[in-house]
């Protein structure tokens, strides 16, 4: 199915330095993918906001956007790219941690999960060619496959059977995939599809999941159900254990991860693509990200501190306002205060991306995690 999209440039250990080639441009990995679950970032961050701060990729999510404005809305618009002005690569969250996190009540069958929409009610069937359908609509450059997230506590018997689920719900995504792309009125027929490896904190399950969907050659892998209950040491451990077994020529995906330490810990183990909403949601409540650790604006230390949020820092918010001003906007709750934390915090994350990709290209990586670890042991002061 999959072309060589995916260039491997260099390695360190296992941590991997690659170019990943779509139709909406080439993507430089270890990437960050910015989070705009309903196709826009929290905190009034708009396209051109996130084409200044060097951003790559945009995440939007099927679920909510099925939910509202709906798909066919988006379609009849010409597709995600067109409806938010965004000419870069977008990958679409398959809405299947939505469908088992938000959902409440469901029934999970063969064919697909029966749930309520969390907006109004109302009765929604997702399976896996309902999943592709809609992110056919949605015109995303990279499609998730549909699976099952089981909690990271969950009994043996019941990941097992769910992993094997999600294995048969891949081979469907893949199939529905190939035939949507084929379809005369579909906005992306080069739309490339990632498939999920689930497993909860199964060492054994995980790499055998690994190696079954390895076989089905598909255009990139994510690794599923982390950072959803587990310790950090138990997520980087399944990381070691799993990554090995998807394929080194294709792009890895970590769902979901995470802190700016996460994803140092991540690309060391093999990983090229991370999304996370703690940027923005830490931003939203005033705690920034510096290289020397994290700051909380709302404390009353910073009412006359004429300084930036980091001095050095080329983000919009750094360039021109106090943390004393910043500090001032948030306490008025004048969403100002918002947008410059959130578009501070995603100009670190994408930044901190830059300078590891920049130090995989000079074989670095290892003294540079070293350092930017050490100079944020502080994480919050």
């Given at each position: ?14 941590a ?20 705009g ?9 708009s ?16 679920y909510?956007?099925h939910?509202?404005?709906g798909?066919?809305?988006?379609k ?15 990958l679409t ?14 029934k999970?069958?063969?064919e ?5 929409s ?6 929604i ?14 015109a995303s ?17 019941y990941v097992q ?13 893949r199939d529905?995939?190939a ?10 027929k080069?739309q ?8 909860a ?9 690994a190696?079954r969907?390895a076989?089905?050659?598909l ?6 159900g982390l950072?959803?209950?587990e ?10 254990e799993?990554v ?7 792009p ?6 995470g ?10 183990r ?6 996370c ?6 931003g939203?409540?005033g705690h920034?990200?510096?290289n ?9 230390k910073?009412?006359?501190d ?8 080329g ?18 709750k ?26 995989l ?21």
């Amino acid at each position: 199915m999959s072309e060589q999209n995916y260039h491997l440039l260099k390695q360190e250990g296992r941590a991997k330095r690659g170019e990943f080639h779509t139709v909406h441009g080439v993507i430089q990995t270890p990437v960050f993918m910015n989070v705009g679950t309903v196709a826009a970032i929290k905190g009034a961050v708009s396209t051109e906001d996130l084409e200044g701060i060097g951003t790559q990729v945009e995440l939007s999510n099927t679920y909510h956007l099925h939910v509202r404005p709906g798909d066919r809305i988006i379609k009849q618009l010409g597709g995600l790219h067109r409806f938010m002005s965004w000419n870069k690569p977008i990958l679409t969250d398959s809405g299947g941690f939505q469908v088992f996190s938000l959902a409440g009540l469901r029934k999970i069958k063969e064919e697909g999960v029966y749930f309520n929409s969390h907006i109004d009610g109302r009765k929604i069937f997702m399976g896996p060619e309902e999943s592709m359908r809609i992110q056919s609509n949605l015109a995303s450059t990279i499609a998730m496959a549909f699976d099952e997230c089981p909690s990271s506590r969950a009994d043996r018997a019941y990941v097992q059977n769910s992993v094997d689920r999600t294995t048969r719900w891949l081979v469907r995504c893949r199939d529905e995939m190939a035939r949507l792309n084929c379809l005369e009125d579909t906005i992306n027929k080069k739309q490339m599809l990632f498939g999920i490896n689930q497993g909860a904190v199964f060492a054994d399950i995980r790499v055998e999941h690994a190696k079954r969907i390895a076989e089905l050659e598909l255009d990139g892998y994510a690794v599923g159900g982390l950072a959803v209950g587990e310790t950090h040491e138990e997520m980087y451990h399944i990381l070691e254990e799993a990554v090995p077994y998807l394929p080194v020529d294709k792009p890895t995906y970590l769902m979901g991860v995470g802190t700016p330490a996460n994803i140092l810990e991540g690309v060391e183990r093999g990983v090229d693509f991370f999304d996370c909403v703690y940027p923005s949601r830490n931003g939203r409540h005033g705690h920034v990200y510096t290289n020397q650790g994290k700051l909380n604006l709302f404390n009353a230390k910073y009412e006359l501190d004429e300084r930036p949020i980091e001095e050095g820092c080329g983000c919009p918010a750094c360039r021109r306002y106090s943390r004393a001003y910043i500090r001032h906007l948030l306490k008025a709750k004048e969403m100002l205060g918002m947008r410059l934390c959130v578009l501070h915090n995603l100009y670190f994350y994408n930044t901190m991306m830059t300078e590891i990709r920049d130090a995989l290209d000079a074989g670095e990586f290892a003294a540079y995690k070293k350092r930017k670890l050490a100079g944020m042991e502080a994480e919050s002061f």
